[in-house]
């Protein structure tokens, strides 16, 4: 049987099982094995796959959660195949509940000992101790910049989001210590099984936990509120959260707006101007 190509010599040493087939998904690949299971086979740069790694393992000590990572070697990265059945709400409580035990494992600081990346663009995870420092300079303005460079922002929408995390600076509630999050938690990252939600794809680093909340809620999660409900018995949330949403989705959105254009540079502009509606 052919593997994949440009496949790394040794890594099939990495599977549990013979291999028995292979069929493509985009650009990666589903390898059935012979004892019925299945990997999930992720092609892609060798930085972007070795700080996902980084990233896998780091988050695997809050057990169940993360997808389990079998090994990568250059452009490939395998992990086990997360078998998709339909959501429903106890799904989504448990899965809150075990959202917030990850996040509270902490951090030792804001970002992380790896090179960063959030999709294909590289992402700053120096060390930091303030986290709207960090989150303006390491997460929000770097992909602004590259937005309006690419013409995705106006100058006007940039200086929107610039004034919002301005506005942000002492604000109650963003004064945590650091979380332990996923970091790039939009609902397609929320796989459900039928063992619970587990979770794909990282862009792992120390951050605000409430971050990854307003991911789920940009992209819509299935069953929202029950996950929230679960998150908040297990770790409650700070007053005002909900009020701060709009400045969590800052990052994901420029981000966004870099990749796949103006009509989510419009979408982060909305967001700083809700965030600072909310202020007023």
């Known amino acids: 049987m052919n593997l994949p190509p440009g496949w790394p010599i040794g890594l099939e040493d990495r599977l549990p099982a013979p291999l028995a087939a292979i069929s493509k998904l985009g650009g990666n690949y589903l390898l059935r094995l012979a004892d ?6 992720k092609a892609g740069s060798a ?34 195949w997360c078998e998709p059945v339909q959501a429903d709400p ?3 409580r448990r899965f809150g509940a075990r959202l917030a035990r990850l996040h509270r494992l902490g ?3 804001f970002g992380a000992p790896w090179a960063g990346f959030i999709g294909p663009l590289p992402m700053d995870n120096s060390p930091a101790t303030d986290w709207i420092a960090f989150y303006g300079s390491q997460r929000v303005l770097p992909y602004v910049t590259q937005a309006v460079d690419r013409g995705a922002m106006t100058l006007s929408q940039a200086r929107d989001v610039k004034e919002a995390l301005d506005a942000a600076q002492g604000l109650p509630g963003l004064d945590e210590a650091p979380s ?7 609902s397609g990252n929320v796989v ?7 979770i794909v794809d990282p862009a ?10 307003g991911m789920l809620q940009l992209f819509g999660l299935p069953y929202l509120e029950d996950a929230i409900g679960g998150y908040d018995r297990e770790y409650p949330l700070m007053a005002g959260w909900r009020e701060r949403v709009p400045l969590h989705q800052l990052h994901p959105l420029a981000v966004h707006a870099v990749l ?6 419009h979408q982060c502009a909305a967001a700083a101007r809700s965030f600072l509606a909310s202020r007023a």
């Open 180 to 186: 332990r999050i996923h970091g790039d938690l939009w």
């Open 90 to 92: 106890d799904a989504a």
């Open 107 to 109: 951090a030792p600081s």
């Open 47 to 80: 930085p972007g796959l070795e700080a996902e790694a980084a990233g896998l393992r780091w988050l695997a000590e809050a057990e169940g959660l993360v997808v389990e990572l079998l090994g990568h070697k250059d452009t490939f990265l395998l992990t086990r």
């Open 204 to 213: 792992a680093h120390g951050g605000h936990r409430e971050t990854d909340l």
């Open 260 to 265: 796949f254009g103006p009509s989510y540079g």
């Open 192 to 198: 459900w099984t039928s063992r619970g939600a587990c």
């Open 36 to 41: 019925g299971s299945a990997i999930f086979a």
